[in-house]
Nanobody, 113 residues
Framework: EVQLVESGGGLVQPGGSLRLSCAAS????????MNWFRQAPGKGLEWVSQ????????YYADFVKGRFTISRDNANNTLYLQLNSLKTEDTAMYYC??????RGQGTQVTVSS
């Protein structure tokens, strides 16, 4: 069974940092491009970042460039998203995604003073 389990979210003050993790199982993680998405309350799903199978190519949405960093550990089947310089508008549920039909349950990030 394919599973993606996100963790690492929480409540943080503006300017703070968090590191999100996504533990993958049930498929050949090291051969897949992976994505992070987010969904803020009352808004649609928004793409955040993508990393290719070996981590050599990364893409970011304009609104997170220079603040977020995507990475992966293929030996441990884990995807990461480092969130720095967080803003209140980054408040959302964050999801990792293998493909449009395979997404985790999400981890909540709340940025508030």
């Amino acid at each position: 069974e394919v599973q993606l389990v996100e963790s690492g979210g929480g409540l943080v003050q503006p300017g703070g940092s968090l590191r999100l993790s996504c533990a993958a199982s049930g498929f050949s993680f090291a051969t897949y491009t992976m994505n992070w998405f987010r969904q803020a309350p009352g808004k649609g799903l928004e793409w955040v970042s993508q990393i290719n199978f070996d981590g050599s190519t990364k893409y970011y949405a304009d609104f997170v460039k220079g603040r977020f960093t995507i990475s992966r550990d293929n030996a441990n089947n884990t995807l990461y998203l480092q969130l720095n310089s967080l803003k209140t508008e980054d408040t959302a549920m964050y999801y990792c995604e293998k493909d449009p039909t395979t997404r985790g349950q999400g981890t909540q990030v709340t940025v508030s003073s």
